[in-house]
């Protein structure tokens, strides 16, 4: 928890820096990589929360994976944050850049859970939904298919989630029909 916190106000910082100098887009593509090397990278993970492993290394270490790839003001930042012993906040801090990022331009990013792929109709009406529930006009949505579900849609918008499910129907009317108590009359 508190690394997510401080992974916040350091990707809240880099996103601040990079509007100032106007670099912001190079800094998203950056961040961008950077969470998907975390994510696919557990090893990487486990070294930056290592505690034994020195701070130069883990520098180094940073240097010859980003090197090249990454904007120097990028760069830069990794340094500090190592500097600071603060290598571990790198984990979330991708993550919380994208979260921070979309909310400055108004994207409002959601998920939806259906039996089969979305129709471009069906997508509309998705976006549409999502649009009227927030109020922002841009929607980036992330489809992914469940056979599972039988039929309708599961949608999550930031914490919330609106399940219009068969499943989740059937799972409702099977708790009722149980739940209901035959009573005899006399």
Do not use: C, W
């Amino acid at each position: 928890m508190a690394d997510q916190r401080v992974a916040a106000r350091y990707a809240k910082s880099l996103l601040d820096l990079g509007q100032e100098m106007g670099t912001l887009d190079s800094v998203k593509e950056d961040m961008d990589l950077l969470s998907k090397t975390m994510a696919e990278s557990r090893e990487l993970r486990l070294l930056l929360r290592n505690p034994i492993v020195k701070h130069d290394k883990k520098l180094a270490i940073l240097t010859a994976i980003f090197g090249g790839k990454v904007s120097d003001m990028t760069m830069r930042f990794f340094t500090i944050l190592t500097n600071k012993n603060r290598e571990a906040a790198l984990e979330g801090m991708g993550t919380e850049f994208q979260v921070q990022y979309n909310a400055m331009q108004g994207i409002q990013m959601a998920e939806v859970t259906s039996a089969t792929p979305l129709t471009a109709a069906s997508r509309a009406e998705m976006e549409k939904l999502v649009t009227q529930q927030t109020g922002l006009t841009q929607v980036k949505l992330t489809e992914k298919v469940n056979p599972d579900l039988i039929g309708g849609f599961i949608l999550r918008v930031g914490d919330q989630q609106i399940d219009d499910s068969v499943r989740t129907s059937l799972r409702k009317m099977r708790i009722s029909l149980q739940d209901t108590t035959f009573q005899q009359k006399m």
